[in-house]
């Protein structure tokens, strides 16, 4: 089973950035793909990023495609993501989760989870 915190979160003006970080305990995460998700309030969750086990393949949502980095650091057994010109819409509850598969951006494909962190983007 593994275990994940995301931290990182907060609040910072449009246009600004953030660093997400989510460190994991319990398994090595070298063995998971891992994604990054956001829900905003009223909203369904949503993929934003995702990588391979290696980190040489990413993925992302086309609302934050030039604009966030996802990567992960398997000696520290943690999964990073940047976000950069940030917009208010940008808004929500982000969650770090593990998969199984070589990446997704499926929810469900998904089986361990964080409890996430906000992160507030004010105009």
Not at 17 to 35: D, E, H, V
């Amino acid at each position: 089973q593994v275990q994940l915190v995301e931290s990182g979160g907060g609040l910072v003006q449009a246009g600004g950035s953030l660093r997400l970080s989510c460190a994991a305990s319990g398994r090595t995460i070298s063995t998971y793909a891992m994604g990054w998700f956001r829900q905003a309030p009223g909203r369904e969750r949503e993929f934003v990023a995702t990588l391979t086990r290696s980190g040489s393949v990413t993925r992302y949502a086309d609302s934050v495609k030039g604009r966030f980095s996802i990567s992960r650091d398997n000696a520290k057994n943690t999964v990073y993501l940047q976000m950069s010109s940030l917009k208010p819409e940008d808004t929500a509850v982000y969650y770090c989760a593990s998969t199984p598969r070589m990446w997704s951006s499926w929810v469900d494909e998904y089986d361990y989870w964080g409890q996430g962190t906000q992160v507030t983007v004010f105009s």
